[in-house]
């Protein structure tokens, strides 16, 4: 019943996502780190049920005799991916489902270094829960009691860890005003520290506990960020930064009220690195992410790497070509130097950073790189499923190979991650399904939303979708 996807083990509270199961994998990961003595790291969110099964899962690690560095807290996931690179442990793992849904809980599996946890690993787990495992546990508060279970808060050196990367002494001189909302997630402490830090004005929205997250859902978006948006543009805030519901995303509201697209933050960071901080180094990018990346990176002598969708490929490219930055389109991103992992919190400080050293507004600079690069527009499309007509989109994707009469020549076609179209003017478009909900996501990038948007119809016409 646990089934990892790109992002972790997610399922719907109380159908799979129940204490056995996570007993289960507990005690899976605890078999693998027989004769271990670095422990692991374990931390939870907001959502339904983080403490007690971050609580569950502790248990069976110290009932396993594996030390548990447990942070006492909500904690951002890149904090917990912080605590295992800075303690050095083989594990780690956060109880969150990221942006699902509120239905949804789930856990993220981290390795040495911080970096999210491979398919090899991840499936290696799956496959000695299904031959059954001997869940081995002690009490939560006897493990404590008994020091194998020890309770920390690592946020200060988290957070001193980001502003040593930042040049404050820029945000401090520029007075920004900025409103943040995290969502009901867990950014407001860490994010709202260091930007108070830097002298910011900081004001925040849709930040109480709610397991609901207000009704939303805790991904930034342009639908999910109204309400900042709006609030931006009418008390005059300089910039409006979301963060998802385990602050490894971002979403960026300029001062005009304009939702950042993340293709366009990812754009925007190569830039500002390269051009004016002088940093150098590849890029690294997943499969449907904007190729407005591989000419930026090409204009500075760089090579723009192609990954499938999953951060953990993000991050091994990276540390294979030592690249400079690496990102998805859905809002995450990491920088060399930092964590293994995306990290909202660090990316939201890095673009304050940004606009206080070029002193310009984020459309301005935006302006600036596509006077350079050119402008393209991505669609995006995503739809729920039958098991039955998952079955017969699979058959017309991946066994049949069918594709319609796009109108446009196809230079070729990849399978590795989905189904995606190469056309011969550099625009593209994509199908897959996602690895963390029951859905079928089509992306399209082309020189018009208008253009984006009738190619991607064509192709879910095809599909019988429309």
């Not at 979403?251 to 009220?257: A, E, H, L, T």
Request: charged fraction near 25%; proline fraction near 2%; include cysteine.
């Amino acid at each position: 019943m646990i089934k990892f996807g790109t992002g972790g083990w997610r399922a719907i509270i109380g159908d799979e996502f129940i204490r056995e199961n996570v007993r289960l994998l507990a005690q899976a990961i605890s078999d693998n780190m027989k004769g271990d003595n670095k422990g692991i790291v374990i931390g939870y969110d907001r959502r339904f049920l983080s403490d007690m099964a971050s609580k569950w899962a502790a248990e069976v690690f110290a009932g396993n005799g594996i030390t548990v560095h447990f942070i006492d807290h909500i904690a951002p996931t890149p904090l917990v991916m912080f605590t295992v690179k800075m303690l050095g442990t083989k594990y780690g793992m956060a109880v969150t489902a990221s942006h699902n849904p509120a239905e949804y809980n789930g856990i993220k599996v981290f390795t040495e270094g911080g970096r999210d946890a491979d398919l090899s690993i991840t499936r290696g787990f799956e496959e000695q829960i299904k031959a059954g495992v001997d869940v081995k546990s002690i009490d939560f508060n006897d493990g404590v009691n008994k020091g194998i279970i020890k309770l920390m808060n690592t946020t200060n050196e988290y957070l001193d860890s980001i502003i040593d990367m930042i040049d404050m002494d820029a945000i401090r001189k520029s007075g920004l005003k900025i409103l943040l909302d995290p969502m009901y997630g867990v950014s407001k402490t860490s994010l709202q520290t260091i930007l108070m830090t830097a002298r910011c004005e900081v004001d925040l929205i849709n930040d109480r506990h709610d397991t609901l997250f207000g009704g939303r859902l805790p991904s930034p978006s342009a639908h999910t960020l109204s309400k900042l948006r709006d609030m931006v543009v009418e008390q005059n805030y300089d910039l409006g930064i979301g963060t998802d519901g385990d602050a490894d995303r971002i979403g960026i509201i300029d001062d005009q009220g304009t939702f950042i697209h993340p293709n366009e933050i990812l754009a925007l960071l190569s830039y500002y690195l390269y051009e004016y901080k002088g940093w150098r180094g590849d890029i690294v990018r997943n499969i449907a992410t904007t190729h407005l990346l591989d000419k930026i990176a090409a204009d500075y002598g760089q090579k723009c790497h192609e990954v499938p969708v999953g951060f953990k490929f993000i991050s091994g490219k990276m540390d294979e070509t030592d690249a400079m930055i690496g990102g998805e389109s859905s809002g995450g991103l990491s920088i060399r130097g930092h964590i293994k992992g995306k990290d909202g919190i660090f990316a939201s400080s890095l673009l304050v950073e940004m606009i206080s050293v070029c002193g310009r507004r984020i459309s301005e600079i935006l302006n600036e790189i596509y006077a350079k690069y050119g402008k393209t527009q991505m669609s995006e499309f995503d739809t729920k499923f039958s098991q039955e007509k998952k079955d017969e989109l699979t058959e017309i994707l991946f066994v049949k190979k069918e594709l319609p009469d796009f109108g446009i020549a196809i230079d070729h076609v990849s399978y590795e991650d989905g189904c995606k179209v190469y056309f011969e003017d550099g625009t593209w478009i994509i199908a897959r399904f996602s690895g963390t909900e029951p859905l079928l996501r089509v992306f399209c990038e082309m020189e018009t939303m208008e253009k984006a948007k009738e190619i991607t119809d064509i192709w879910v016409k095809a599909l019988g979708l429309a």
